[in-house]
């Protein structure tokens, strides 16, 4: 079993109409224990949060997270091209990070509670 998410995404920049609009995200049971694994160092070390390359976030422009699934149908999904993409790991939750590719804009993902993988954590791959 695996979790689907779909996450709003904001950036840094007001101005780029390039930047992605969502995330599309599958949590395994073995993505789900990595991010385990990171939230028992940032606690163990006593950081804020942690962050490794992971390139696991599908960047896509075209859809909001909140559009009904009538406008849905009829919207063009259009992949976003990233660089230096990232899994943020805190204590409570966790979040992904990229730049769109050749600036220096940002996008991050929505924050997403860590309580909602721990089940999926447990369970054999």
Same mark, same amino acid.
């Given at each position: 079993?695996?979790?689907?998410? $779909?996450?709003?995404?904001?950036?840094?920049? &007001?101005?780029?109409?390039?930047?992605?609009?969502?995330? @599309?995200?599958?949590?395994?049971?073995?993505? #789900?224990? *990595?991010?385990?694994?990171? @939230?028992? %160092?940032?606690?163990?070390? &006593?950081?804020?949060?942690? /962050?490794?390359?992971?390139? /696991? #976030?599908?960047? +896509?422009? &075209? %859809?909001?997270?909140?559009?009904?699934? =009538? %406008? *849905?149908? $009829?919207?063009?999904? =259009?992949?976003?091209?990233? =660089?230096?993409?990232?899994?943020?790991?805190?204590?409570?939750?966790?979040?992904?990070? #990229?730049? +769109?590719?050749?600036?220096?804009? !940002?996008?991050? /993902?929505?924050?997403?509670?860590?309580? !909602?993988? !721990?089940?999926? %954590?447990? !369970? =054999?791959?």
């Amino acid at each position: 079993m695996s979790l689907k998410l $779909e996450l709003e995404v904001t950036d840094n920049d &007001g101005w780029c109409d390039d930047t992605a609009t969502i995330a @599309q995200v599958e949590i395994t049971p073995e993505r #789900a224990r *990595r991010i385990l694994v990171l @939230q028992k %160092a940032v606690k163990e070390l &006593g950081v804020f949060e942690i /962050t490794e390359f992971n390139y /696991t #976030a599908r960047w +896509l422009k &075209g %859809a909001y997270v909140n559009d009904p699934p =009538e %406008a *849905r149908k $009829e919207q063009h999904l =259009e992949e976003v091209t990233c =660089e230096c993409n990232c899994l943020v790991v805190s204590d409570d939750y966790f979040k992904w990070t #990229a730049f +769109l590719k050749h600036t220096s804009v !940002e996008m991050k /993902t929505d924050l997403v509670k860590i309580s !909602e993988v !721990e089940e999926l %954590a447990k !369970e =054999e791959v």
